[in-house]
């Protein structure tokens, strides 16, 4: 259900492979899914991730058929399994951009808030359509008022309503907008601006901003000051800084 493949020297693809499902959201894709990326995130080789949708979407959310006969119980091992898969990206130590063309929808969306990058096509449909199945929305779309604000937030949960590529990037719910044919390469190309860099510096820089999304501002600015102090005994940042110097 899921296909993976090396994109150049230091990225990995990871593509939703249900096209005739328009690659729907089921327990056997998110635990494959899940297992795929923290397996990845202990790889050393790997130093980021693209999602992406095999055929013309990404993913139109959970699958119906599992909600269509779901005891309470299912509905919650399929709910927890989604916020596993969620906490893994967001944890990840190395970015995770999600290339997104037609349908991104309840779940998928969750997931592709969490990731680090968001490349959107024009026409793409993103929504939150849980009330139109009689459930709120749960678990990572708490997400999407950190993205995009409180209202707007709001207004996708409550109405069910999509918005396009276009009206998500206005919002600043995803990062670029490009032709369905650039979709994965613009996606590779934000990866690349930060594979550049350090990896153990990513790695502390996302698990920093995480923290800044759970915690009280104040306390949030007091635990960043061990993990720049941390990065100084490790002699890299002076060895840049000296470098840097040299070019001024």
Not at 175 to 185: E, G, S, Y
């Amino acid at each position: 259900m899921i296909l993976v493949e090396r994109r150049g020297a230091d990225l990995l693809q990871v593509t939703l492979d249900r096209p005739e499902k328009r690659n729907a959201l089921s327990l056997s894709l998110i635990e494959q899914l899940t297992d795929q990326l923290q397996r990845t995130d202990a790889d050393p080789a790997i130093r980021g991730v693209v999602l992406a949708g095999a055929g013309p979407s990404f993913s139109a959310g959970v699958d119906l058929h599992e909600f269509a006969a779901a005891t309470a119980d299912h509905a919650r091992t399929l709910i927890v399994a989604l916020k596993g898969l969620c906490a893994t990206v967001r944890q990840l130590s190395k970015p995770v951009a999600c290339a997104i063309q037609g349908y991104c929808l309840g779940g998928a969306l969750e997931l592709a808030a969490c990731c680090d990058f968001r490349v959107c096509t024009p026409d793409a449909q993103l929504g939150m359509p849980e009330v139109l199945v009689g459930i709120p929305s749960v678990i990572d779309a708490v997400m999407l008022g950190h993205l995009i604000g409180v209202g707007w937030a709001r207004e996708m949960l409550l109405t069910g309503d999509p918005i396009s590529g276009e009206v998500a990037l206005q919002r600043g719910l995803v990062n670029r907008l490009v032709p369905p044919a650039q979709v994965v390469d613009v996606a590779v190309e934000l990866l690349n601006l930060t594979t550049r860099h350090r990896p153990e510096v990513i790695a502390a820089q996302k698990q920093l901003h995480q923290r800044w999304l759970e915690l009280p501002y104040a306390q949030a600015v007091r635990e960043s000051i061990e993990p720049l102090v941390d990065a100084f005994r490790s002699g890299h940042p002076q060895r840049l800084a000296a470098a840097r110097l040299h070019t001024i």
